[in-house]
């Protein structure tokens, strides 16, 4: 994505485009958005519409927006021979919550950081695989503390917000734009319940663990080499403790921030290496491989380097929020509104027992 345009729409000019990001080009031209206002005229059934100019080198998506009597459109530039965002394909009710949240903070000192954020959300919402979305949530320190706060249980929006402002410092953050990624991975329900109008309940959790490398080179290394490598998993595996603080402090540091060290892993899950090869992958930095053989990462023998722990997230039902539910409705922090939505959202993921509760990712 090249940029996003925020329109208005009025009934006397015409169109007239607010802000844009990145600013430092100038605006299209005026019958650009006269032909993007046509089309959405001739697909009323539709927020959402793709317009590609003949004569022009980007193509454009709209979503069209409607806030206090006024009509806007959001508009996506793309280099035409670019493959639009999955988030376009897959998810346009996501752009409508983006849209949505920049056209109702026009008239506000947030609306300039928030097309910026708007920006990264939906351009970075392709390029990054699950496995480097999912780091995000414990790497970005207002995602990770969301996550904590909701693994409390039910929460409105205006206590979520509360918290982060009063606990924690965050005061100018935008919780919609925040909760996509909390959305997207089928973290999150949102539903009004009465008394409470905008509530969040967590129905899936997030954990990361090691695992035994899923395959083993059988054939293309020395029989003698193999059951070397087969010894130490099980020795290994045996006696480690995979759930420790402190081991999951070392995952997370190791591992999953260290760019270089992620890349190894994730090669080393389909074929293994030599040393001089997984050195240039670690930038050739050989106290770091040695560090990953000592904290049993990695395995070297006979100048070949092959996975000994694979790094995986888990998704899981967070069974353990229903303890906390009873204690907090006791306690009057909840409704019963809220604190029997939650349960229902939880309990129904146990109703079909071909359904796991958790999924390695």
Known sequence: MERIILTH????TGPEPILQFPPEKSFPPKDLFLKIWAKHELNKENSVIEFTPEDNDNSYVSVIQQFEGEVYFLILEYNKEDIHDDIVKESPEILALISKNLVELINTNKITRTISEAYNTIRN????????????????RIKYTILQILRNGAITKLELTNILRHDYGFSTINIDLILISFFHENLLKKKSVPGSKECFFLIRDLSCTRIPPINLPK?????????????SLTNYYQDSN???????KTLLQTVL???????LIKTLRDQYLTVNESLIVLNNNEELFNELIDKKFIYEAEGFVFLFSDVRFIKFSPNYIIEKLVERYQNQDISLNEYIAHLKLLTEQFEDPLVLDYEIV
Do not use: P, R
């Open 242 to 248: 995979m759930i420790s603080d402190f081991e999951n």
């Open 9 to 12: 729409w009025s009934t006397s």
């Open 257 to 263: 921030f260290n760019k270089e060290v992620f890349s």
């Open 125 to 140: 919402y392709s390029k990054l695989d699950e496995e480097e979305n999912l780091i995000n949530f414990f790497q970005d």
């Open 219 to 231: 054939n293309q290394i020395k029989e003698s080499l193999l059951k070397k490598l087969k010894n």
